[in-house]
């Protein structure tokens, strides 16, 4: 696993390297045998972001000491934590199908992947079709990478003024409080791209601001 955005003091102790790991797995957002890890630590916060990250972060250090020496949730992290681990030397489908195929890695262009609500970088109909196309390929073990734009601000949410007229609000998405890890080079440094396209800096998208990645 790569090294994650730690904007906050890093809490170590036992069973905590495995938190992390499962609250930077979006897998879980589709497969949701991990809810009964995140619901107990913040119920409300679960509810409103289904977000294990921005949780891990917030939650009371006390609290998450707290369950983290219980055996019975312990043991739920072990199980889904071993899981996760397994299901990337799994032989899925497409291992089974094609055992000597020479098809090693497709890259996956997209403006939006909905791959969760904790990573809001999507808005409509072709977010849903490339979430969904990512996430069957990960079940099937095809050898597929989504490449698209880590929005600065996400989609808007929508709001009503006393005169009837809409108000578009564009909330901010903070790297550090969403699921995701830098890609690194070999000396540790953040891997950046240059980009290519005219049209991110014609200035034509307010509001749309993009992170390179």
Request: proline letters at 7%.
């Amino acid at each position: 696993m790569t090294k994650p955005i730690f904007p906050h003091e890093t809490r170590s102790f036992a069973g905590m390297d495995e938190l992390v790991e499962l609250a930077l797995d979006l897998r879980w957002s589709w497969d949701h045998s991990a809810d009964n890890i995140w619901r107990p630590l913040a119920p409300e916060l679960w509810d409103l972001t289904r977000n294990p990250w921005i949780i891990l972060q917030t939650v009371a250090p006390g609290r998450l000491k707290e369950l983290a020496d219980n055996q019975e949730f312990r043991s739920r992290v072990k199980k889904l934590s071993r899981e996760s681990r397994a299901s990337l030397n799994a032989a899925l489908w497409f291992q089974k199908e094609y055992p000597r195929t020479g098809l090693t890695q497709v890259a996956y262009f997209s403006m939006e992947f909905m791959l969760g609500e904790a990573l809001p970088i999507y808005s409509g109909g072709l977010g849903n079709v490339a979430g969904d196309q990512l996430k069957a390929a990960s079940d099937l073990g095809v050898p597929v990478v989504g490449i698209g734009l880590l929005y600065q601000e996400g989609y808007f949410r929508q709001a009503i003024a006393a005169d009837g007229s809409q108000l578009a609000l564009y909330p901010i998405n903070d790297p550090g409080q969403l699921p995701i890890t830098p890609v690194r080079d070999a000396s540790g440094e953040w891997v950046r791209l240059q980009s290519l396209c005219p049209l991110t800096r014609c200035g034509c998208a307010p509001g749309r601001r993009k992170w390179a990645a």
